[in-house]
Every structure is written in C-alpha cells, then in structure tokens.
C-alpha cells in the first residue's frame, strides 16, 4: 500500500471530517481559561471540601517549593523520591486505614499502574461499566481478559467470577462514580470478591474527603480499611485540593507496584509542591472532620432546587439528554455568574448529557440564594422551549 502525503497535509485531511461530525453531534470540546479575578460561583470543580486557596494549602505549597525546588527531578526510583512524599504516603495511608500507600505523578497513572501491575494474560479483570476512564484505559493496556459488567450488578460479578479459567482475578469499581455520583455495593462485592478469592481495586477519587467518617472514603465507612484483598486508589486533585494520585494498599501490593508499576518506575516523581500542598490540606481535613459533611449538606440543597435525585456524593446529575441542550444549558448559566460542568458523550452514555453539579462545603447562604436563581431560571426556560 502506497501512502500519498500531499504538501497540504492532507495525511491529516481525515482530522476535519472526524471535527465536523462532532460538531454536527454537539460534541464539539473547547478549552476555556479561567481568570484569577473570576466573579462566579463554582459548582464544576472537584474541590470539595474548599481548600483550593485555603491559605494553609497554599503555605505547604510554598514551603515545599522553597525546600525541594519546583520539580521533583526524576522518577521516584532515581531522584524523584523526597521524605515529604514518604511522610505524604505515610499520613494518606493512616488516614484511610491502609496498611501502607504509593503516591504517583496523577491519580490516572496510580490506576494504570495499580491494574496493569495486579493483572496480566494469566488473570480475569471484571469491571464495572461506570469505572473511569483511567480503569478503563487500564484494562485496555493490562493483557487480560476483560469482562465488563452491567453497572453496581454484583450477581453478574459472582457468575463471573464463578466461570473464569484464569489462576487470577481483579474487580474494578469507583466507589463514588463521577457522573451520577451514587455508590457502588462494596460490601456484597467484596463478599464476592473473597469468595472466589479475587482482589477488589476501588477508585477513591470521589469518596475521600465526602464519604465515611471524616471523609475517610467509602471504603473505611463500610468496615473494609485494611483489608488485605482491597486495594484503594485515590487522587489528591479533588479533595485534597493538590494534584497527584495514591495507591493505599497491603505493603506487599505496595513493594509490587515499585518493582512492576511503569506509571510509577518510568514518570516523574510527583512535584515538591503538590506533595506539600496535599499534606496540608488532609492536616486541615483532620482538624476539621465537619467538611465531609457539609459537602453531603450543599448537595442536598442542589438536588432539592433541581429536583435531582437524593444525593449520595457530592454529585448532582441534572440529565437533559441532547448533548446540545445540555451545552447551552451550561452557557446560559455561565452568562449568569454560575459555572457548572457539562457532561456529553463519551463521557456518559448516549441520551444522558447533564449538567454535573458538585457541591462544596464552603458554599453560603448568599451563594446559594444565587445558585437557586440562577438554576430555576436557566432550567425553566429550558421546560418552556421543550416541544410539547
């Protein structure tokens, strides 16, 4: 087969038909950059509990920088490894009740390099069909078999499971899943999982710092910390207000992932000041434990003016269904002072795009005065414009 590239680039000519379907669909992605001196009320980020720019984050931050330096370096194995990372390990794994914890360079490396280090062509993985891309990806590149099953379905896991040839087996679930915000059913799967003696990873990101007891995860609030058969991963870019990722595990799961885990062996040590940030801000979390429940509390609030489902999780899905409804809906709030997120496929299952609200547990009365109006106006129009 002969490639003809022309002098136009026209080897890429494909890209703007692949732009112009997407466009047509409404999915049509675009970057927009916030400004420090925004006036507007955020119910898109995942900064839970509101440390962002609490002044103790920001001053772990700083100090961190001024002791290690702006980056990390290396990779953990050669230079990348700082005793603040080692203290950050140490501090997020007591909190959870893990025996031990591995931090990588993003919460997206920590589930790449957990899965494909813990599988391989000899193991079964089963994951749930509302996992994150991240695990999703990591099945992709992880050699096993792969089973993908129906959603929170712990009886299809038990057939599953029952039926495999393989020697190994991995279940994959979030505990908090992102886009509809409800839980998933770790104690019956891990019955299941211990049952036919397979191991049970579960995607923190959006439990710690919200569920359990001071925000201790989903996890913990189920009896399951410490668990040798659970391993846990987690972000610090949500509610620890930083950027990174962790796996809390057994300390032989944690040895593993130093040897076996390339997100961990061939990246970047996780940045001084990231590490410096997540520390402070998990040190404000466990002087004021109230947080987590005050996330639940705004959420609440959220789902009451949009008629939203009882929320289980900082999320609050207001599902539209058309992807350009959806967009406009979320331009009409952000015209109005409001940012919200906008979810389209893939992100969520054709006819569902949303706007995704995630409470924040420094939100305000004033806050939320501004918050009603401007979503029962936004939503409103939206009911009268629909065709009868």
């Given at each position: 087969?002969?490639?003809?590239?022309?002098?136009?680039?026209?080897?890429?000519?494909?890209?703007?038909?692949?732009?112009?379907?997407?466009r047509?669909?409404?999915?049509?992605?675009?970057?927009?950059?916030?400004?420090?001196?925004?006036?507007?009320?955020?119910?898109?980020?995942?900064?839970?509990?509101?440390?962002?720019?609490?002044?103790?984050?920001?001053?772990?931050?700083?100090?961190?920088?001024?002791?290690?330096g702006?980056?990390?370096?290396?990779?953990?194995?050669?230079?990348?490894?700082?005793?603040?990372?080692?203290?950050?390990?140490?501090?997020?794994?007591?909190?959870?009740?893990?025996?031990?914890?591995?931090?990588?360079?993003?919460g997206?490396a920590?589930?790449?390099?957990?899965?494909?280090?813990l599988?391989?062509?000899?193991?079964?993985?089963?994951?749930?069909?509302?996992?994150?891309?991240?695990?999703?990806?990591?099945?992709?590149?992880?050699?096993?078999?792969?089973?993908?099953?129906?959603?929170?379905?712990?009886?299809?896991?038990?057939?599953?499971?029952?039926?495999?040839?393989?020697?190994?087996?991995?279940?994959?679930?979030?505990?908090?899943?992102?886009?509809?915000?409800?839980?998933?059913?770790?104690?019956?799967?891990?019955?299941?999982?211990?049952?036919?003696?397979?191991?049970?990873?579960?995607?923190?990101?959006?439990?710690?710092?919200?569920?359990?007891?001071?925000?201790?995860?989903?996890?913990?609030?189920?009896?399951?910390?410490?668990?040798?058969?659970?391993?846990?991963?987690?972000?610090?870019?949500?509610?620890?207000?930083?950027?990174?990722?962790?796996?809390?595990?057994?300390?032989?799961?944690?040895?593993?992932?130093?040897?076996?885990?390339?997100?961990?062996?061939?990246?970047?040590?996780?940045?001084?000041?990231?590490?410096?940030?997540?520390?402070?801000?998990?040190?404000?979390?466990?002087?004021?434990?109230?947080?987590?429940?005050?996330?639940?509390?705004?959420?609440?609030?959220l789902?009451?003016i949009?008629?939203?489902?009882?929320?289980?999780?900082?999320?609050v899905?207001?599902?539209l269904?058309?992807?350009?409804?959806?967009?406009?809906?979320?331009?009409?709030?952000?015209?109005?002072?409001?940012?919200?997120?906008?979810?389209?496929?893939?992100?969520?299952?054709?006819?569902?795009?949303?706007?995704?609200?995630?409470?924040?547990?420094?939100?305000?009365?004033?806050?939320?005065?501004?918050?009603?109006?401007?979503?029962?106006?936004?939503?409103?129009?939206?009911?009268?414009g629909?065709?009868?």
């Open positions: 087969m002969v490639l003809r590239v022309g002098i136009d680039g026209t080897a890429l000519s494909w890209l703007d038909d692949v732009e112009s379907a997407r047509t669909a409404g999915l049509r992605r675009e970057l927009r950059a916030r400004h420090d001196r925004d006036a507007v009320i955020d119910l898109a980020s995942n900064d839970y509990l509101g440390l962002v720019r609490h002044p103790e984050v920001i001053d772990g931050a700083v100090d961190a920088v001024r002791r290690w702006g980056g990390a370096t290396g990779s953990r194995l050669v230079t990348g490894t700082t005793s603040d990372h080692e203290l950050l390990e140490r501090e997020l794994a007591d909190f959870v009740g893990a025996e031990s914890g591995l931090v990588f360079a993003s997206y920590a589930n790449l390099g957990a899965v494909t280090a599988s391989g062509r000899d193991a079964l993985i089963v994951s749930d069909a509302g996992c994150h891309a991240s695990l999703v990806d990591a099945c992709r590149l992880s050699r096993s078999r792969v089973v993908v099953a129906p959603h929170a379905d712990a009886e299809f896991l038990r057939r599953a499971l029952a039926e495999r040839t393989e020697e190994r087996a991995l279940v994959l679930t979030d505990s908090v899943f992102s886009a509809d915000g409800d839980l998933a059913p770790l104690a019956e799967m891990h019955r299941v999982c211990r049952d036919h003696g397979a191991v049970l990873l579960v995607d923190e990101a959006h439990g710690i710092g919200v569920r359990g007891r001071g925000g201790r995860g989903l996890v913990h609030e189920m009896g399951l910390a410490g668990e040798p058969d659970i391993v846990v991963t987690a972000t610090l870019s949500k509610s620890l207000a930083s950027q990174g990722g962790a796996v809390l595990a057994a300390e032989k799961v944690r040895a593993h992932l130093i040897d076996a885990a390339r997100t961990f062996i061939f990246d970047t040590g996780l940045a001084p000041g990231a590490v410096g940030a997540a520390r402070a801000a998990l040190a404000v979390l466990l002087r004021e434990p109230h947080r987590a429940s005050a996330v639940l509390d705004r959420a609440r609030d789902a009451c949009t008629g939203a489902d009882h929320p289980e999780s900082a999320v899905s207001v599902v269904g058309d992807p350009e409804v959806a967009f406009a809906a979320a331009a009409a709030c952000r015209e109005r002072g409001l940012h919200v997120g906008c979810f389209r496929p893939p992100s969520v299952p054709e006819g569902t795009s949303r706007l995704r609200l995630t409470a924040r547990a420094t939100i305000d009365a004033d806050d939320m005065a501004c918050i009603e109006s401007v979503l029962t106006e936004v939503l409103s129009d939206l009911r009268v629909a065709p009868a």
